[in-house]
Nanobody, 121 residues
């Protein structure tokens, strides 16, 4: 079972940037990786995913501001022009398949522990 560990969260002011990193404990193939976020009382929201072919999909809230990328055992989420509504706990997730979707967190087999991102106005 692959293990995931996020890093890079923190507090920034509106308009700022952060890079989240997710390290996989081993190189898995095939694997589809995604970033989700969650605020208290709400379900996890899919933000971006990168499939085993390198194809990417973004939620509307992330388009034009966030970029997901993958390099070896690392998956990154570059977040620009952060806004207070981006404040959440961010999770890295892995689905051991070629493709995955953002609308359903259920099929993902591995999750990181999450990392907090706080954006102040």
């Amino acid at each position: 079972q692959v293990q995931l560990q996020e890093s890079g969260g923190g507090a920034v002011q509106a308009g700022g940037s952060l890079r989240l990193s997710c390290r996989m404990s081993s190189l898995i193939n095939p694997v589809c990786m995604a970033w989700f976020r969650q605020t208290p009382g709400n379900e996890r929201e899919g933000i971006a995913r990168i499939d085993n072919t390198g194809g990417v999909i973004y939620a509307d809230s992330a388009k034009g501001r966030f970029t997901i990328s993958k390099e070896y055992t690392f998956v990154y989420l570059d977040m620009n022009n952060l806004q207070p509504e981006d404040t959440a706990k961010y999770y890295c997730a892995a689905r051991l398949a070629w493709f995955c979707v953002l609308v359903d967190a259920g099929p993902y087999e591995a999750w990181g522990q999450g990392i907090q991102v706080t954006v102040s106005s």
